[in-house]
């Protein structure tokens, strides 16, 4: 079954230093997401992308953080200058196309640390 | 603005007993509704929807939920639980396409 994949599973970096969480979307989506959920608390959205660009975004991902799909494959999240409270669990999503008779399929998930 | 509560962070049940997990959301149109499950180490993985239609939605695993307009609910159900059904559960709720937003999740914890 095809699926999502999400690299580093586990992600320590220091405070003020840049990080790129890395997904595999499943082939054929054509909608990408990242959301976060900060430790007990709510799964939240940040960003959602297609054709090369950012449809949506949340008031969360400020200017600190970007996305890109830089070789057709593989969707990034880069925070450049991270901060304590950017520790979270840090989810990738991608679907077909949204509708009644989709879904969004997750990967794993990245736990981010920022010490 | 879209909204989902989960009333629980944890739900304890005994093995074989009905399961029930409350979502109740808030949307200004008419939404669409999932429920998703996280086991340990593992993705979010789709239960159940709701877009249109019949209001009883099953799902994998012997989960249904049903959609009550007049409650704002989206309730998650199970007549028996299984050892393995022990997992961290999402409300979430979309105003059409793209964007969830998710509940604060429930942890089910099933014993023997």
């Known amino acids: 079954e095809p699926e999502v994949t999400q690299t580093p599973s586990h992600q320590v970096t220091q405070m003020g230093q840049e990080v790129i969480l890395r997904c595999v979307p499943i082939?054929?989506?054509?909608?990408f997401y990242w959301y976060r959920q900060i430790l007990g608390q709510k799964v939240e959205f940040l960003v959602s992308f297609y054709n090369n660009e950012i449809s949506e975004k949340s008031e969360i991902f400020d200017d600190q953080f970007s996305v890109e799909r830089p070789d057709g494959s593989n969707f990034t999240l880069k925070i450049r200058s991270t901060k304590l409270e950017d520790s979270a669990m840090y989810f990738c999503?991608?679907?077909?196309?949204?509708?009644?008779?989709?879904?969004?399929?997750f990967g794993q998930g990245t736990r981010l640390t920022v010490v | 603005a879209q909204s989902v509560t989960q009333l629980g962070s944890h739900v304890s049940v005994s093995e074989g007993a009905l399961v029930l997990l409350r979502c109740n959301y808030s949307s200004s149109v008419p939404p669409y509704l999932f429920w998703y499950v996280q086991y340990p180490n593992q993705g979010l993985q789709l239960l159940l929807k709701y877009t249109t239609g019949a209001t009883l939605v099953k799902g994998i695993n012997g989960f249904e939920a049903e959609f009550k307009k007049s409650e704002t609910s989206f309730h998650l159900t199970k007549p028996s639980a299984h050892m393995s059904d022990a997992a961290e559960y999402f409300c979430?709720?979309?105003?059409?396409?793209?964007?969830?937003?998710f509940g604060t999740g429930t942890r089910l914890l099933v014993s023997p």
């Open positions: 999503a991608s679907e077909q196309v949204p509708g009644m008779n989709t879904e969004a399929f």
């Open positions: 082939s054929n989506h054509l909608y």
């Open positions: 979430a709720v979309s105003e059409g396409f793209q964007k969830l937003v």
